[in-house]
């Protein structure tokens, strides 16, 4: 069955450069979730869409931007980036009125020096 | 806000005895609750599904429970294997009109099933 597919899996940046986190969503979901796990942590929402709109907004900078095109794909920008933006970024999708059940892609692995 | 909590943080068990893991939330008022195992840096694999309407879910040697209004779910697993040894998290989603679908994720329990 197809999965949740996020790219680039690694990416290292130096501070104050921009980073660009792309998701796929499983076919057919129509809500994409992304959530921030630093070290050690537990993952923390940042932002989600349903159908293409800003659905939720969790703790996510200022310096983050995200949005859902109109094959579903999203895509997390980031800005002036810090050190302690380095983490593990998930994307997840679900669809919304069958349980939304929420499944994860691999991650992206950000690391800012 | 919900607080969601993990006991034990880690356990460590031989091969062949069951696990146990407990999950325990702040607010009742859940849409549904989630299991997922997590490999050291990997991804999160969904495992169980619990709506907020059912008391428990099973797959394979998986067994979830949920009783919402005392704000628990246990995650069970059967006859434990060395490839069982992963961080558990559990998750729940509330219900309201201006937070929907949002995870709220425990701290996780790491599990160690020593051969």
């Known amino acids: 069955a197809a999965g949740v597919i996020q790219s680039p899996r690694h990416l290292i940046k130096e501070k104050r450069e921009t980073a660009t986190l792309k998701c796929y969503p499983i076919?057919?979901?129509?809500?994409v979730y992304w959530y921030q796990q630093g070290p050690g942590q537990d993952p923390q929402f940042l932002i989600s869409?349903?159908?293409?709109?800003?659905?939720d907004k969790g703790s996510i900078p200022d310096r983050f931007s995200a949005q859902q095109f109109s094959d579903y794909h999203s895509e997390l920008n980031m800005s002036s980036l810090e050190l302690g933006d380095s983490a593990l970024y998930f994307c997840a999708s679900s669809l919304m009125n069958s349980g939304n059940e929420q499944f994860f892609g691999p991650g992206t692995r950000l690391t800012v020096l | 806000k919900q607080e969601v909590t993990q006991i034990p943080a880690a356990l460590s068990v031989p091969e062949g005895e069951n696990l146990v893991l407990n999950c325990s939330f702040t607010d009742s008022a859940i849409y549904n609750l989630q299991w997922f195992r997590q490999d050291p840096g990997k991804g999160l694999t969904s495992l169980l599904l619990?709506?907020?309407?059912?008391r428990e879910q099973t797959s394979g040697r998986l067994n979830a429970s949920l009783d919402k209004s005392s704000g628990r779910s246990t995650l069970y697993i059967a006859a434990s294997q060395p490839g069982d040894s992963a961080t558990y998290l559990c998750a729940t989603q509330v219900e309201t009109t201006d937070s929907w679908g949002k995870l709220q994720f425990g701290a996780g329990t790491q599990v160690v099933v020593t051969p």
């Open positions: 076919p057919r979901h129509d809500t």
């Open positions: 619990i709506q907020s309407s059912q």
């Open positions: 869409f349903y159908e293409k709109m800003q659905s």
